[in-house]
């Protein structure tokens, strides 16, 4: 049995299923490297278009570097954006931002890109809570991610972002961001 590489079209030698790659295991290791390796903005964009999943690509801290066509229509992942940005995360309002207010250090989205990043293991069904803003106020939201870390690189695939509102009301109410007199 063999697999095509979505990027090159030859053929993959299969052995087995590849658990290290979550994300890019329909893309040989030969194109993976060489398009990250390079950095290039326009053929990392282009490359992660192939995967038919929302994906960010993420090369500094949690700072976005680019982000496939699925990802855009999801989230405001212009590069640049920290992925609190991106999501709406209320945190990412906090003095500071995004990665640097007392809530950070309990993000789940944050702390598996960084252990992704240190020790270049991949993570799947990852789930995160946050507080996100929606045009109804914010909602508790669950976000579902994948990771896997490519040369320098780290691809987040959102695998789910759940609409559907928790509901947390007091905690959301007494929380340091409220905008609420009291
Ligand atoms: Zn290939």
Redesign the pocket.
């Known amino acids: 049995m063999t697999k095509i590489?979505a990027?090159?079209?030859?053929k993959?030698p299969f052995t087995g299923e590849d658990k290290s790659a979550k994300i890019t295991h329909g893309?040989?290791a030969?194109?993976a490297e060489r398009v990250f390796k390079s950095s290039h903005p326009h053929t990392i964009r282009e490359f992660i278009d192939k995967i038919d999943a929302p994906i960010i690509v993420i090369q500094n801290d949690t700072t976005i570097a680019a982000a496939n066509k699925k990802a855009n229509n999801m989230l405001k992942a212009e590069p640049g954006n920290k992925t609190g940005n991106a999501l709406e995360c209320s945190c990412a309002d906090l003095p500071g931002g995004c990665g640097k207010t007392i809530h950070c250090k309990a993000c789940t989205i944050r702390s598996t890109i960084l252990k992704t990043r240190k020790t270049g293991k991949s993570y799947s069904n990852i789930k995160s809570y946050q507080n996100i803003h929606t045009p109804e106020g914010t909602k508790q939201k669950t976000i579902t991610i994948a990771t896997e870390k490519v040369w320098d690189t780290i691809l987040v695939r959102v695998d789910e972002l759940n609409e559907e509102t928790v509901d947390k009301p007091t905690e959301v109410k007494n929380a340091p961001w409220s905008t609420e007199d009291s």
Do not use: F, L, P, V
């Open positions: 590489c990027w090159c079209n030859k993959m893309i040989c030969d194109c």
